[in-house]
């Protein structure tokens, strides 16, 4: 079955710390897709990243970067220098492939982020 | 550009009242659209998700209903509201109904039934 676990419920920092948000999936599936949304305060969910089973390079956008192992079976997210605005909750999600887009979220991580 | 509305932002019901959400995308044609429900501590789960005009799927047995009278409009309903149904309710789209796509998020409504 598929599951996707963030065993961080909180994690709080000071400000230009760097913080890493962990996500474990399970899958029984060959082909298989990985992502990350932010919920800030104001609701929405917004897309960070999208990651394919076949492609475990890391990616690195400005302060965010994102490692994938799939030995492990992680999709570990990092923020470099984190600021206030990074404040929010991380979703990690997983959507099997040969089907439609049905996204299996984790609980999510609550960041806050301190001055 | 596409964007997507949800309303109420709130809204407080009482048990055994109806219930109607409402969600609306802008600036695409023929978006395939979801309702989600976040529970306070979980995960986003996937309630409902249509592909066209009057297309419905259901993910989970529940309390609650939806319909896509308009290729844009998307309604979350029940007839009559348990507690059971409190929690944050978020209305998505996407271009194509594949396993790589990417969701667009509304703002959410954070129904409490009392």
């Known amino acids: 079955a598929q599951k996707v676990t963030q065993a961080q419920t909180e994690i709080s920092v000071v400000e230009k710390e760097d913080v890493t948000l962990d996500c474990v999936y399970e899958t029984r599936d060959t082909t298989y897709y990985l992502f990350w949304y932010k919920q800030p305060p104001s609701g929405e969910l917004v897309f960070l990243i999208r990651r394919n089973s076949f492609d475990e390079q890391n990616e690195i956008s400005g302060r965010y970067s994102w490692n994938f192992q799939k030995s492990t079976s992680s999709f570990n997210f990092t923020i470099t220098a984190s600021q206030v605005v990074d404040s929010a909750v991380y979703f990690c999600a997983l959507s099997e492939g040969g089907g439609y887009n049905k996204l299996i979220f984790g609980a999510g991580t609550r960041l806050a982020v301190h001055p | 550009s596409q964007t997507i509305h949800q309303w109420p932002a709130t809204l407080v019901q009482p048990v055994g009242s109806p219930l109607s959400l409402e969600c609306t995308v802008e600036?695409?044609?023929?978006?395939?659209l979801y309702w989600y429900r976040q529970a306070a501590g979980r995960g986003l789960q996937l309630l409902f998700y249509?592909?066209?005009?009057?297309?419905i799927s259901s993910e989970v047995p529940q309390n609650l209903s939806a319909s896509r009278p308009q290729d844009r409009q998307f309604i979350l309903s029940s007839k009559k509201l348990l507690l059971s149904d409190s929690g944050f309710y978020l209305c998505?789209?996407?271009?194509?109904?594949?396993?790589?796509?990417?969701?667009?998020f509304g703002s959410g409504t954070q129904l409490s039934v009392l």
């Open positions: 249509s592909v066209g005009i009057g297309q």
């Open positions: 998505a789209w996407s271009v194509r109904r594949v396993a790589d796509e990417k969701l667009f």
């Open positions: 600036g695409t044609s023929n978006p395939n």
